[in-house]
T-cell receptor, first 116, second 117 residues
Framework: AQKITQTQPGMFVQEKEAVTLDCTYD???????LFWYKQPSSGEMIFLIY??????QNATEGRYSLNFQKARKSANLVISASQLGDSAMYFCAMREVQTGANNLFFGTGTRLTVIP | GAVVSQHPSWVICKSGTSVKIECRSLDFQATTMFWYRQFPKQSLMLMAT?????????EQGVEKDKFLINHASLTLSTLTVTSAHPEDSSFYICSAPKDRSTIYEQYFGPGTRLTVT
């Protein structure tokens, strides 16, 4: 089974509007971390936001917020006030803590296009 | 902040030759580094875990004799693609966790784009 599922291959948003990128995950590990990365056309992976499985509050980082619904196993990324520079691929990822492996499992990504 | 570098950033090689890609942690020591491969328009797939001073751990389906990993120091891991073929053309990205106890301090290199002709 896929550990991370991103069902939106592509999304469009008008500049200055908010957009939600979906992510669901699957794990039996009670302790895990959820991440969102942005990958522009240059290829670098840019860390955006992190949510721990035991965190009580949804994570926020500037214009990025993570809508964490543990019971539904979803960790959607919300980008507010979209900018043209937000156009990129966005990847949701997970690390399972108890396995001790430290590596990340990535979803297939969502390509976001911001329309002027 | 912590930085991970990769060299080269892109490389073109002929089929049958070998290519070495370096991954360096610039301001922290990394006992573990991860090598990912990303095909065009696809996600990152973990290839192997590089462990300083010991053998790398390869994911299922990754040929250890083809993708040689050496983690000789706490700041350098190398991935050598041996006898490269066109199907090895991909974007290779390394990453390193800064501290095993820190759940999210993982830093990615800028990636290496390999084209095999």
């Amino acid at each position: 089974a896929q550990k991370i599922t991103q069902t939106q291959p592509g999304m469009f948003v008008q500049e200055k509007e908010a957009v939600t990128l979906d992510c669901t995950y699957d794990t039996s590990d009670p302790s895990y971390g959820l991440f969102w990365y942005k990958q522009p056309s240059s290829g670098e992976m840019i860390f955006l936001i992190y949510q721990g499985s035991y965190d009580q509050q949804n994570a926020t980082e500037g214009r990025y917020s993570l809508n964490f619904q543990k019971a539904r196993k979803s960790a959607n990324l919300v980008i507010s006030a979209s900018q043209l520079g937000d156009s990129a691929m966005y990847f949701c990822a997970m690390r399972e803590v108890q396995t001790g492996a430290n590596n990340l499992f990535f979803g297939t990504g969502t390509r976001l296009t911001v329309i002027p | 902040g912590a930085v991970v570098s990769q060299h080269p950033s892109w490389v073109i090689c002929k089929s049958g030759t070998s290519v070495k890609i370096e991954c360096r942690s610039l301001d922290f020591q990394a006992t573990t580094m991860f090598w990912y491969r990303q095909f065009p328009k696809q996600s990152l797939m973990l290839m192997a875990t590089s462990n300083e001073g010991s053998k790398a751990t390869y994911e299922q389906g990754v040929e250890k004799d083809k993708f040689l990993i050496n983690h000789a120091s706490l700041t350098l891991s190398t991935l050598t693609v041996t006898s490269a073929h066109p199907e090895d053309s991909s974007f290779y990205i390394c990453s390193a966790p800064k501290d095993r106890s820190t759940i999210y301090e993982q830093y990615f290199g800028p990636g290496t784009r390999l084209t095999v002709t």
